[in-house]
C-alpha cells in the first residue's frame, strides 16, 4: 500500500504546484506593478520545491487529499490541543517565498515553525546552503523536528526560543521570513542580516495584514501586498495594542 500511498501523494502535489503556477502567472497579468517587485526567475523554483517537498508528513493525522489542499491545516496535536499550531496556506507560502528570493547557497532564518517553510527553505538553498527555523513553544518546535527527520531535512536547525530576539549565534542571515503577524520589528532581526539581506514579515498597519520587505542594501521598507484579497479589520487611528501579545495569529 505504501508505494501506491507515495504515488498519491506525488500527483497530489504535483496538482498543488500546478495550480499555485497558474496563479503566479495570473498576478504577473492582472497586477503586473505587484509582479515587478519579485526578483527575476523566483516562481520557478518556489514552484519546484512544492512538487518536491511532501506536505502530507507536516499534516499528521490529516487526510492525504486535505494535506495538499491550498488552505491552511492543523495538525492534529492531541486532545489538550496544547502548541496548537497550523501549517500555512501554500500558495500564501510560496508569495512569500518568492517575495524573500531565495538563492543557492544562502542562510535563511524562519521566525515560527511548523517546519513544513523551513523543508522548502531547504530545497530553496540547495546544498550549500543553510536554513535554521525556530519556535518559542517546546511542543510545536519538537514536532517540527521529528516532521523535518522524517521528510528527509535532519540539516535543517531547530532553536526553541523567542523569536524576537532571533538566532544570536547562528547568523548572520541572508534571508530572514516571519511566520507570524507583527505589527512591530524587534531590532534582533535587522541586526542579524547581512549585507544586501532581506526579511519579509507579515506586518499588520492599523491591524490590515500585508507584507514587508526590508532590504539592508537601502536600509528601507517597502510594501509588498499579498497576492490574494483578503478582509480584515482596522483598528482606529489613535487605537492601541497595549496589553495584547506581540504575535498574532499564524500567516
Not at 499555485?20 to 498576478?27: G, K, R, S, T
Not at 495538525?75 to 501554500?90: I, R
Not at 536547525?157 to 516571519?178: L, M, Q, S
Request: aromatic content about 6%; overall charge positive; some cysteine.
Amino acid at each position: 500500500m505504501q508505494p501506491f500511498a507515495d504515488r498519491e501523494a506525488a500527483t497530489l502535489r504535483g496538482a498543488l504546484a500546478s495550480q499555485i503556477a497558474e496563479l503566479f502567472q495570473q498576478v504577473a497579468t492582472l497586477y503586473p506593478e505587484r509582479w515587478e517587485q519579485l526578483g527575476d526567475g523566483v516562481a520557478g523554483p518556489v514552484v519546484a520545491a512544492l512538487r518536491k517537498v511532501p506536505r502530507h508528513l507536516f499534516t499528521p493525522g490529516v487526510p492525504l487529499a486535505r494535506a495538499y489542499e491550498d488552505v491552511v491545516v492543523v495538525p492534529n496535536s492531541g486532545a489538550s490541543g496544547a502548541g496548537l499550531t497550523s501549517v500555512s496556506q501554500p500558495s500564501m507560502i510560496a508569495w512569500m517565498l518568492a517575495q524573500l528570493d531565495v538563492r543557492p547557497g544562502q542562510s535563511v532564518l524562519k521566525v515560527g515553525s511548523g517546519g513544513y517553510q523551513a523543508a522548502l527553505l531547504r530545497e530553496l538553498v540547495g546544498p550549500d546552503g543553510s536554513v535554521t527555523t525556530l519556535d518559542i513553544a517546546p511542543d510545536v518546535i519538537s514536532r517540527a523536528r521529528a516532521c523535518l527527520d522524517r521528510a528527509g531535512y535532519g540539516d535543517v536547525r531547530t532553536v526553541c526560543a523567542d523569536g524576537e530576539y532571533g538566532a544570536p549565534g547562528h547568523g548572520p542571515f541572508d534571508k530572514i521570513i516571519v511566520a507570524v503577524q507583527d505589527w512591530d520589528i524587534p531590532p534582533a532581526w535587522t541586526g542579524q542580516l547581512a549585507p544586501g539581506g532581506r526579511l519579509v514579515v507579515p506586518l499588520l498597519t492599523r491591524g490590515c495584514p500585508g507584507h514587508g520587505r526590508w532590504t539592508t542594501r537601502t536600509g528601507t521598507w517597502s510594501a509588498a501586498a499579498t497576492c490574494q484579497p483578503s478582509s480584515c479589520r482596522c483598528r482606529a487611528p489613535g487605537s492601541t495594542t497595549r496589553g495584547r501579545s506581540r504575535w498574532t495569529s499564524p500567516a
